[in-house]
């Protein structure tokens, strides 16, 4: 990585700077404030631009949320963040439903607590095996290697192949209609705002078979592995 070229930094939130759903640690925050006095900050997240912007405690910071099918720049004036695009999508509940049934059936996930599907109103899909009202020590002590899901994650992919299929949270599988990925919508970062690839870094944790950060980890942007969140600071401070 030639860091004299970067000018951008685009990072992952949950696992990478925080807890899930947690607000950073104050080492962190202060990691992101200095790199925000050499740097454009980007967050690239899964998640809702609103919902992130709240966990990061209204951090100055533009944000990417549902895989680039939403996308916020902060407003310094408001001190707050404005939506700037909101992309929605159709989906086809009941066969989306069907499917997520079958897989139940199949692999024995039967028993579970709430709705057997999460759909959301950005036209992303949740499976959530557990449940959508589970048990949260249940679905953390689910898969907490992920090896379960990813014995099934090629079969999930190919079943639902009009989407990015992602091993998410606990015990989930969470599904964004293609070619939304963070790939995709940092590609599209850049294009929209004249970056070339080779002016970006990402910093994420989920790099691995099925992670939502695979697909940055996988193409030609630099990546940033970060293993612990509580490391996030002194892994960074070499930019």
Same mark, same amino acid.
Request: charged share 30%; glycine share 8%; hydrophobic share 35%.
């Given at each position: 990585?030639?860091?004299?070229?970067? %000018? !951008?930094? #685009?990072?992952?939130?949950?696992?990478?700077?925080?807890?899930?759903? /947690?607000?950073?640690?104050?080492? &962190?925050? @202060?990691?992101?404030?200095?790199?925000?006095?050499?740097?454009?900050?980007?967050?690239?997240?899964?998640?809702?631009?609103?919902?992130?912007?709240?966990?990061?405690?209204?951090?100055?910071?533009?944000?990417?949320?549902?895989?680039?099918?939403?996308?916020?720049?902060?407003?310094?004036?408001?001190?707050?963040?404005?939506?700037?695009?909101?992309?929605?999508?159709?989906?086809?509940?009941? %066969? !989306?439903? #069907?499917?997520?049934?079958?897989?139940?059936?199949?692999?024995?996930? /039967?028993?579970?607590?709430?709705? &057997?599907? @999460?759909?959301?109103?950005?036209?992303?899909?949740?499976?959530?095996?557990?449940?959508?009202?589970?048990?949260?020590?249940?679905?953390?002590?689910?898969?907490?290697?992920?090896?379960?899901?990813?014995?099934?994650?090629?079969?999930?992919?190919?079943?639902?192949?009009?989407?990015?299929?992602?091993?998410?949270?606990?015990?989930?599988?969470?599904?964004?209609?293609?070619?939304?990925?963070?790939?995709?919508?940092?590609?599209?970062?850049?294009?929209?705002?004249?970056?070339?690839?080779?002016?970006?870094?990402?910093?994420?944790?989920?790099?691995?078979?099925?992670?939502?950060?695979?697909?940055?980890?996988?193409?030609?942007?630099?990546?940033?592995?970060?293993?612990?969140?509580?490391?996030?600071?002194?892994?960074?401070?070499?930019?």
């Amino acid at each position: 990585m030639d860091i004299s070229k970067i %000018k !951008v930094i #685009a990072f992952d939130l949950d696992g990478t700077i925080t807890q899930h759903k /947690t607000p950073p640690i104050p080492e &962190n925050r @202060e990691a992101l404030e200095r790199l925000a006095k050499k740097y454009k900050l980007l967050m690239v997240g899964a998640g809702q631009v609103r919902r992130i912007f709240n966990q990061l405690e209204g951090f100055p910071i533009d944000i990417i949320g549902n895989y680039g099918l939403q996308y916020g720049e902060y407003d310094a004036e408001l001190k707050d963040i404005k939506i700037i695009r909101d992309e929605k999508f159709d989906c086809d509940r009941e %066969k !989306v439903d #069907a499917k997520i049934t079958f897989f139940r059936e199949k692999y024995g996930f /039967t028993k579970f607590a709430g709705a &057997n599907t @999460e759909f959301h109103p950005s036209g992303c899909v949740t499976f959530p095996i557990l449940g959508t009202k589970a048990d949260p020590a249940d679905k953390l002590a689910f898969d907490p290697d992920r090896s379960r899901r990813r014995k099934i994650y090629s079969e999930v992919c190919e079943a639902f192949s009009d989407y990015c299929v992602f091993v998410g949270g606990s015990s989930s599988f969470d599904m964004a209609p293609k070619p939304y990925n963070k790939y995709y919508a940092l590609d599209l970062y850049c294009k929209e705002k004249g970056f070339s690839h080779d002016e970006v870094v990402f910093v994420g944790d989920d790099y691995g078979l099925g992670g939502n950060d695979e697909s940055v980890y996988l193409s030609d942007f630099e990546f940033i592995k970060v293993d612990d969140y509580r490391d996030f600071a002194k892994i960074v401070s070499v930019l």
